[in-house]
T-cell receptor, first 114, second 115 residues
Framework: AQSVTQLGSHVSVSEGALVLLRCNYS??????LFWYVQYPNQGLQLLLK??????LVKGINGFEAEFKKSETSFHLTKPSAHMSDAAEYFC????????????FGTGTLLAVQP | DTGVSQNPRHKITKRGQNVTFRCDPI?????LYWYRQTLGQGPEFLTY????????KSRLLSDRFSAERPKGSFSTLEIQRTEQGDSAMYLC?????????????FGSGTRLTVV
């Protein structure tokens, strides 16, 4: 079964510093991969997605992620953190040609210090 | 496009009571999904519909849970004889295509507290 592992349930960075949130997937076939952001008491908003068109994917709010098949990783980065980036971030995977359900990681809570 | 709407936003109920949640997807979306999210966890898949047909149910969906989408538009999720373990955020999402490539649009969720 598909799964994703998010290393680090809590990450704290200073405003202006690099953001790096880690995600590794388990699949013998490159799946579809997603990053979602969730603000308190809100639903999930899609940040970006990998669907094999390009290994470096750019998303909203200055975030990007790189698909690395050799490392089975899809880490999320942002060059310079902003206070408004403080939220919980979820990596998700879906099998190609399957029932289209998303399997989510346990999430990483990002804190941004002034 | 008003997005995915979920009602109520919050529900507090006593153990043993029945509760029903409603989800109104984006009007042109034919697929609708229910997820459950507990504190400190990612959302877990419960079930999904294509139009009015319920195509898959998770093992998480015990016989106390039932979901419907009678006319392929809005959906309801009912929990009978609620238990404290049912306390969670219930998220609804919809998509416009059979391919997950297009991604889901999530609603803001219904937070259920069973006391």
């Amino acid at each position: 079964a598909q799964s994703v592992t998010q290393l680090g349930s809590h990450v704290s960075v200073s405003e202006g510093a690099l953001v790096l949130l880690r995600c590794n997937y388990s699949s013998s076939v490159p799946p579809y991969l997603f990053w979602y952001v969730q603000y308190p008491n809100q639903g999930l908003q899609l940040l970006l997605k990998y669907t094999s068109a390009a290994t470096l994917v750019k998303g909203i709010n200055g975030f990007e992620a790189e698909f690395k098949k050799s490392e089975t990783s899809f880490h999320l980065t942002k060059p310079s953190a902003h206070m408004s980036d403080a939220a919980e971030y979820f990596c998700a995977v879906s099998e190609r040609g399957a029932t289209n359900k998303l399997i989510f990681g346990t999430g990483t809570l990002l804190a941004v210090q002034p | 496009d008003t997005g995915v709407s979920q009602n109520p936003r919050h529900k507090i109920t006593k153990r043993g009571q029945n509760v029903t949640f409603r989800c109104d997807p984006i009007s042109e979306h034919n697929r609708l999904y229910w997820y459950r999210q507990t504190l400190g966890q990612g959302p877990e898949f419960l079930t999904y519909f294509q139009n009015e047909a319920q195509l898959e149910k998770s093992r998480l969906l015990s016989d106390r849970f039932s979901a419907e989408r009678p006319k392929g538009s809005f959906s309801t999720l009912e929990i009978q004889r609620t238990e404290q373990g049912d306390s969670a955020m219930y998220l609804c999402a919809s998509s416009s295509s059979g391919s997950v490539v297009y991604g889901y649009t999530f609603g803001s969720g219904t937070r259920l507290t069973v006391v």
